[in-house]
């Protein structure tokens, strides 16, 4: 080839030195720097702490067996011996209330494992294999069109009622809004150029599946899953508040609160309380929601 | 270019199915690309230019083995794309890669620099322990002029240019004869991108590569090409060398093209050749000659027939119907 004049523009013959690296960015990465900086998340995670700390050492935790009857001392008020009184059968409700967090817990965190679960992997298949898409899908907006809790209702009174029928029952409502999301967000990743990269660089699409779309869905995934587990919880206390949900020998917050709708007007406790304690976990675990979002997008849109 | 050459794209059609229709009736399909046939030589680098949406991109991704071609062949060294050679250990991709236009969306940002790299090196087995990883990283971030800390970052903490090396240093990991650059410096600082186009200049003559360089901009074309490809509307309108090309353009196109390209010289005048309109909708193009509705010369002829590349001179070719065409001399 001959000696070449560029026509259009001069350019440097020889590349000018690289400038620095960017600064290194002082907060802390991951989840544990997301927690710091986010004050909302942080209150949203202790108080969840505490819920699970009372679940878990219910037993140790001044009660007493929550079935055991005492006629003679029914619907009394608080008192030393009955920090929050008793029912219209003489239990203890403070013993009756913390032991009912752990059925809410296991019901909450259950159905947010298994729904996000199964509804990542319909997603992924649903986002990433075109030909399962309409399946998939079309299978999802079945199940989305009947009313979640007249779904759990269906199941629950088709099988016998017991805590893992209602696991079973709301997680099956709950997986299409999972899976409606990771394949939206799997269809938006699916078209971006590190994917097609990754594709250039030799790599199966299980492999571009797990390394590179799923840990970017990741952030929508978790905070979907906190979501699904404070309806969850919610869910499960409607269903036993109108007896579908778990059975009457293990105490609830919805059977709690069920038992004492007959004496609403003269013990308001017995209904308040247990509602008390099921607002504030749905709240804590909202409020966790919410800030991982917060925190999540903005550090998306900082990262990228 | 008496040897075979390295790449061959037969008469390569793209066509995009649109969604509409019922059961398969009455779907629509945009013909992206159409008859596009070049030969890229071992070393040498062919230039694809032409507007947003004339396919030059589409092109490139069926070379990439990113979207499988509707029509025509793809062949490296005389053996076509989906051969049973080139399936074993995914060889066409180890052959062939890719450089992608937008620096800050090709790289994962959840993976570190040792991990980019390190994919292609992986995937292709071509590093089997972490060690031998390591020293070939080390190697090609060297090769990019990369500081050499810089494999424990990510890529955010990286400019647009050196983010840019990065995808240079990934494409170069597997040893492949061919790079697709997919504009892969139009999303540069005109700084950063006279760098970057060096780079690759100097990768390409230390390495002997063949490049596909795919642009829209004609100086940046001109200073690293052999050859040049004009696109327009899916297909190729003019092909030649680029002191041909460059010098004594042929189609209306090509022309109007070269006048468009901005000067440094303000006292500098020349023959400016306007294009009014769009580009024609690819859902339903032109009959004939598709550059006939902004084409100043355009004649009876244009609109009834397909012109077909025709070889004006030497190794220039364009497709227009007005062209003396060349006695067939040295064709």
Same mark, same amino acid.
């Given at each position: 080839?001959?000696?070449?004049?560029?026509?259009?523009?001069?350019?440097?013959?020889?590349?000018?030195?690289?400038?620095?690296?960017?600064?290194?960015?002082?907060?802390?990465?991951?989840?544990?720097?997301?927690?710091?900086?986010?004050?909302?998340?942080?209150?949203?995670?202790?108080?969840?702490?505490?819920?699970?700390?009372?679940?878990?050492?219910?037993?140790?935790?001044?009660?007493?067996?929550?079935?055991?009857?005492?006629?003679?001392?029914?619907?009394?008020?608080?008192?030393?011996?009955?920090?929050?009184?008793?029912?219209?059968?003489?239990?203890?409700?403070?013993?009756?209330?913390?032991?009912?967090?752990?059925?809410?817990?296991?019901?909450?965190?259950?159905?947010?494992?298994?729904?996000?679960?199964?509804?990542?992997?319909?997603?992924?298949?649903?986002?990433?294999?075109?030909?399962?898409?309409?399946?998939?899908?079309?299978?999802?907006?079945?199940?989305?069109?009947?009313?979640?809790?007249?779904?759990?209702?269906?199941?629950?009174?088709?099988?016998?009622?017991?805590?893992?029928?209602?696991?079973?029952?709301?997680?099956?409502?709950?997986?299409?809004?999972?899976?409606?999301?990771?394949?939206?967000?799997?269809?938006?990743?699916?078209?971006?150029?590190?994917?097609?990269?990754?594709?250039?660089?030799?790599?199966?699409?299980?492999?571009?599946?797990?390394?590179?779309?799923?840990?970017?869905?990741?952030?929508?995934?978790?905070?979907?899953?906190?979501?699904?587990?404070?309806?969850?919880?919610?869910?499960?206390?409607?269903?036993?508040?109108?007896?579908?949900?778990?059975?009457?020998?293990?105490?609830?917050?919805?059977?709690?609160?069920?038992?004492?709708?007959?004496?609403?007007?003269?013990?308001?406790?017995?209904?308040?309380?247990?509602?008390?304690?099921?607002?504030?976990?749905?709240?804590?675990?909202?409020?966790?929601?919410?800030?991982?979002?917060?925190?999540?997008?903005?550090?998306?849109?900082?990262?990228? | 270019? *008496?040897? !075979?050459?390295?790449?061959?794209?037969?008469?390569?059609?793209?066509?995009?199915?649109?969604?509409?229709?019922?059961?398969?009736?009455?779907?629509?399909?945009?013909?992206?690309?159409?008859?596009?046939?070049?030969?890229?030589?071992?070393?040498?680098?062919?230039?694809?230019?032409?507007?947003?949406? %004339?396919?030059?991109? *589409?092109?490139?991704?069926?070379?990439?083995?990113?979207?499988?071609?509707?029509?025509?062949?793809?062949?490296?060294?005389?053996? /076509?794309?989906?051969?049973?050679?080139?399936?074993?250990?995914?060889?066409?991709?180890?052959?062939?890669?890719?450089?992608?236009?937008?620096?800050?969306?090709?790289?994962?940002?959840?993976?570190?620099?040792?991990?980019?790299?390190?994919? /292609?090196?992986?995937?292709?087995?071509?590093?089997?322990?972490?060690?031998?990883?390591?020293?070939?990283?080390?190697?090609?971030?060297?090769?990019?002029?990369?500081?050499?800390?810089?494999?424990?970052?990510?890529?955010?903490?990286?400019?647009?240019?050196?983010?840019?090396?990065?995808?240079?240093?990934?494409?170069?990991?597997?040893?492949?004869?061919?790079?697709? %650059?997919?504009?892969?410096?139009?999303?540069?600082?005109?700084?950063?991108?006279?760098?970057?186009?060096?780079?690759?200049?100097?990768?390409?003559?230390?390495?002997?590569?063949?490049?596909?360089?795919?642009?829209?901009?004609?100086?940046?074309?001109?200073?690293? *090409?052999?050859?040049?490809?004009?696109?327009?509307?899916?297909?190729?309108?003019?092909?030649?060398?680029?002191?041909?090309?460059?010098?004594?353009?042929?189609?209306?196109?090509?022309?109007?093209?070269?006048?468009?390209?901005?000067?440094?010289?303000?006292? !500098?005048?020349?023959?400016?050749?306007?294009?009014?309109?769009?580009?024609?909708?690819?859902?339903?193009?032109?009959?004939? %000659?598709?550059?006939?509705?902004?084409?100043?010369?355009?004649?009876?002829? %244009?609109?009834?027939?397909? /012109?077909?590349?025709? *070889?004006?001179?030497?190794?220039?070719?364009?497709?227009?119907?007005?062209? /003396?065409?060349?006695?067939?001399?040295?064709?």
């Amino acid at each position: 080839m001959t000696e070449h004049t560029p026509r259009f523009l001069e350019t440097p013959a020889v590349a000018t030195p690289l400038p620095d690296i960017l600064e290194e960015r002082t907060p802390r990465p991951g989840l544990l720097g997301v927690i710091q900086r986010n004050l909302s998340v942080s209150i949203g995670l202790a108080g969840i702490a505490i819920i699970l700390f009372i679940g878990i050492c219910a037993p140790w935790l001044g009660t007493v067996d929550p079935l055991a009857i005492n006629p003679a001392l029914r619907t009394r008020p608080p008192s030393a011996e009955h920090f929050f009184g008793t029912d219209a059968l003489g239990r203890d409700l403070w013993s009756r209330v913390l032991y009912g967090t752990r059925v809410s817990l296991t019901v909450g965190f259950s159905v947010a494992a298994l729904a996000t679960g199964i509804g990542v992997l319909l997603g992924v298949m649903a986002g990433y294999i075109r030909a399962s898409e309409g399946v998939i899908m079309r299978a999802m907006d079945a199940v989305m069109s009947i009313p979640s809790i007249l779904l759990a209702i269906a199941l629950v009174a088709l099988i016998r009622p017991s805590v893992s029928n209602v696991i079973f029952a709301i997680t099956v409502a709950e997986i299409p809004r999972v899976a409606r999301l990771v394949r939206s967000v799997v269809i938006s990743l699916r078209e971006l150029a590190w994917v097609e990269a990754g594709v250039v660089s030799g790599s199966k699409s299980t492999q571009i599946i797990l390394r590179h779309i799923l840990p970017n869905a990741a952030a929508p995934i978790i905070v979907q899953a906190t979501y699904i587990c404070a309806s969850a919880m919610i869910i499960e206390a409607t269903l036993s508040f109108i007896g579908a949900g778990t059975p009457a020998s293990i105490p609830s917050w919805g059977n709690i609160m069920a038992e004492g709708r007959s004496l609403w007007q003269v013990k308001p406790l017995i209904v308040l309380i247990p509602a008390a304690f099921l607002s504030a976990t749905v709240l804590a675990v909202n409020v966790v929601g919410d800030g991982l979002r917060d925190a999540l997008d903005s550090r998306l849109v900082k990262d990228i | 270019m *008496t040897d !075979a050459p390295l790449l061959s794209v037969r008469r390569l059609a793209k066509h995009y199915d649109l969604g509409g229709g019922l059961l398969g009736w009455g779907k629509r399909s945009v013909k992206a690309v159409q008859d596009v046939s070049f030969d890229i030589a071992r070393g040498e680098t062919l230039s694809l230019v032409g507007e947003s949406g %004339c396919g030059k991109s *589409t092109v490139g991704k069926a070379i990439a083995g990113l979207h499988p071609a509707t029509e025509g062949e793809i062949l490296l060294n005389g053996k /076509p794309i989906d051969s049973p050679e080139y399936k074993i250990g995914q060889l066409w991709h180890r052959k062939v890669q890719v450089v992608f236009q937008d620096p800050y969306s090709s790289l994962d940002p959840r993976m570190r620099v040792l991990d980019i790299i390190g994919e /292609p090196l992986r995937n292709f087995g071509i590093t089997k322990t972490r060690q031998e990883l390591d020293a070939q990283v080390a190697r090609l971030i060297d090769l990019v002029r990369l500081p050499k800390d810089s494999a424990d970052r990510f890529p955010h903490e990286f400019s647009g240019g050196q983010r840019q090396r990065i995808g240079i240093a990934r494409a170069l990991a597997p040893n492949p004869e061919l790079i697709i %650059c997919d504009e892969a410096v139009s999303a540069l600082d005109v700084s950063v991108k006279a760098q970057i186009v060096n780079l690759l200049a100097d990768l390409r003559n230390e390495l002997g590569l063949a490049l596909l360089f795919i642009s829209h901009d004609l100086a940046i074309v001109d200073h690293i *090409t052999d050859r040049v490809a004009v696109m327009y509307l899916g297909r190729i309108v003019e092909i030649g060398t680029r002191s041909e090309l460059f010098d004594t353009p042929q189609h209306p196109y090509t022309r109007a093209l070269l006048s468009a390209v901005p000067m440094v010289d303000p006292t !500098a005048r020349r023959e400016r050749t306007i294009l009014t309109g769009e580009l024609p909708s690819p859902f339903n193009p032109p009959s004939g %000659c598709t550059f006939r509705t902004r084409c100043p010369l355009a004649a009876d002829r %244009c609109v009834q027939e397909i /012109p077909l590349l025709q *070889t004006i001179s030497g190794n220039q070719q364009a497709a227009c119907h007005l062209l /003396p065409v060349a006695q067939a001399t040295d064709a």
